[in-house]
């Protein structure tokens, strides 16, 4: 098979790759409670792994995994608190006024446009349609709309923080046992090999949390610099921090919120130019971080890396955008080399 071929034949399988992901989407969000409980295992076993990472970092023991659940919740429920408090402090006064200057520029636009389109009654429909939706939008209404979009986002893409928090209370009481399940379930189903599943995704998990924290941590640094605000930088900080876990994607979703971040308080192009540098100076300690520990190394190609983050995403929310790649690459490893798994 020559390469156009072969280009063509991998175009294809992704197309229908995410056809059945659309339409096992369709399927699960009309089972609103299945879908609900997808997302709390997934959640339960991201955290579980995690939560039992974090007491490998601290040398704590399984059987006191539960106390490190509780401080995980604690600590989690905080960073989110100071990301989206900070975040949305920053954000929303700027962007409000430039709102506001934006309507209070409508008329005069609609003046100008008014003369040549006079004639045309659906341009004229439009820009009153379009003023008056950003009118809306001004002052108190803007804070209320973002609110409920990231509240709307949080309850049904990644689950309600109250479920968050239960599965990893739930998780550090799940494992001490966490070995006893998994090697029932290797003795029953000895093809499927979740021992060596359980070693990859702790592995990962320690791997993430590290590079993680050490992406968190330049970021915080550079964002006290470049926006000289202790508390926006903290809440950047712990935004990437969370992100870094989603594969290949999550950091440059957090360049893109730094980047709003910045041209929103900031806005000019140095200051643009000073966070990409911090970020990649955060991509190369993440990666230095990553090397210098047991890191999992997925060989998988990158389409079909993004291919799983997606499907992942629809199976099970925002988790499943976390444990879509390392699932995936193991099953495809495990379909493709059923004798050396």
């Given at each position: 098979?020559?390469?156009?071929?072969?280009?063509?034949?991998?175009?294809?399988?992704?197309?229908?790759?995410?056809?059945?992901?659309?339409?096992?989407?369709?399927?699960?969000?009309?089972?609103?409670?299945?879908?609900?409980?997808?997302?709390?295992?997934?959640?339960?076993?991201?955290?579980?792994?995690?939560?039992?990472?974090?007491?490998?970092?601290?040398?704590?023991?399984?059987?006191?995994?539960?106390?490190?659940?509780?401080?995980?919740?604690?600590?989690?429920?905080?960073?989110?608190?100071?990301?989206?408090?900070?975040?949305?402090?920053?954000?929303?006064?700027?962007?409000?006024?430039?709102?506001?200057?934006?309507?209070?520029?409508?008329?005069?636009?609609?003046?100008?446009?008014?003369?040549?389109?006079?004639?045309?009654?659906?341009?004229?429909?439009?820009?009153d349609e379009i003023s008056s939706?950003?009118?809306?939008?001004?002052?108190?209404?803007?804070?209320?709309?973002?609110?409920?979009?990231?509240?709307?986002?949080?309850?049904?893409?990644?689950?309600?923080?109250?479920?968050?928090?239960?599965?990893?209370?739930?998780?550090?009481?799940?494992?001490?046992?966490?070995?006893?399940?998994?090697?029932?379930?290797?003795?029953?189903?000895?093809?499927?090999?979740?021992?060596?599943?359980?070693?990859?995704?702790?592995?990962?998990?320690?791997?993430?949390?590290?590079?993680?924290?050490?992406?968190?941590?330049?970021?915080?640094?550079?964002?006290?610099?470049?926006?000289?605000?202790?508390?926006?930088?903290?809440?950047?900080?712990?935004?990437?921090?969370?992100?870094?876990?989603?594969?290949?994607?999550?950091?440059?979703?957090?360049?893109?919120?730094?980047?709003?971040?910045?041209?929103?308080?900031?806005?000019?192009?140095?200051?643009?130019?000073?966070?990409?540098?911090?970020?990649?100076?955060?991509?190369?300690?993440?990666?230095?971080?990553?090397?210098?520990?047991?890191?999992?190394?997925?060989?998988?190609?990158?389409?079909?890396?993004?291919?799983?983050?997606?499907?992942?995403?629809?199976?099970?929310?925002?988790?499943?955008?976390?444990?879509?790649?390392p699932i995936g690459a193991y099953?495809?490893?495990?379909?493709?080399?059923?004798?050396?798994?």
């Amino acid at each position: 098979m020559d390469r156009k071929n072969l280009m063509k034949v991998i175009l294809q399988g992704e197309a229908a790759f995410l056809l059945m992901a659309f339409a096992f989407y369709l399927v699960v969000r009309n089972l609103s409670t299945i879908y609900g409980w997808i997302v709390f295992l997934a959640w339960l076993t991201f955290a579980m792994y995690v939560v039992e990472a974090a007491a490998r970092l601290f040398k704590v023991q399984k059987r006191f995994a539960a106390l490190v659940g509780v401080i995980t919740a604690i600590l989690l429920l905080i960073g989110l608190g100071i990301s989206i408090f900070y975040l949305i402090q920053s954000i929303i006064p700027p962007l409000t006024k430039s709102i506001e200057n934006l309507v209070a520029y409508l008329p005069k636009l609609q003046e100008t446009v008014g003369e040549w389109a006079q004639r045309s009654d659906v341009l004229t429909r439009v820009l009153d349609e379009i003023s008056s939706e950003l009118q809306s939008l001004v002052g108190a209404e803007t804070v209320k709309n973002v609110l409920l979009t990231v509240g709307r986002f949080v309850t049904s893409s990644g689950g309600s923080l109250f479920q968050i928090t239960l599965a990893v209370l739930v998780s550090g009481l799940l494992i001490p046992y966490k070995d006893k399940l998994v090697n029932f379930a290797d003795r029953k189903l000895p093809a499927a090999k979740f021992k060596q599943l359980d070693v990859m995704l702790g592995q990962y998990a320690l791997q993430r949390l590290v590079s993680g924290f050490a992406l968190g941590v330049v970021l915080f640094i550079g964002n006290i610099i470049i926006l000289r605000n202790g508390g926006m930088a903290l809440g950047i900080a712990s935004l990437a921090f969370v992100l870094d876990f989603i594969p290949y994607v999550g950091p440059f979703f957090a360049f893109i919120i730094n980047a709003i971040v910045v041209l929103v308080v900031s806005p000019k192009w140095l200051s643009l130019l000073l966070s990409l540098i911090i970020f990649l100076t955060g991509q190369g300690v993440e990666q230095l971080v990553a090397a210098t520990m047991a890191s999992v190394q997925f060989s998988i190609p990158f389409i079909v890396a993004i291919a799983l983050v997606i499907f992942g995403g629809v199976v099970a929310g925002v988790p499943g955008l976390i444990l879509g790649v390392p699932i995936g690459a193991y099953l495809i490893n495990l379909w493709s080399k059923p004798k050396e798994i």
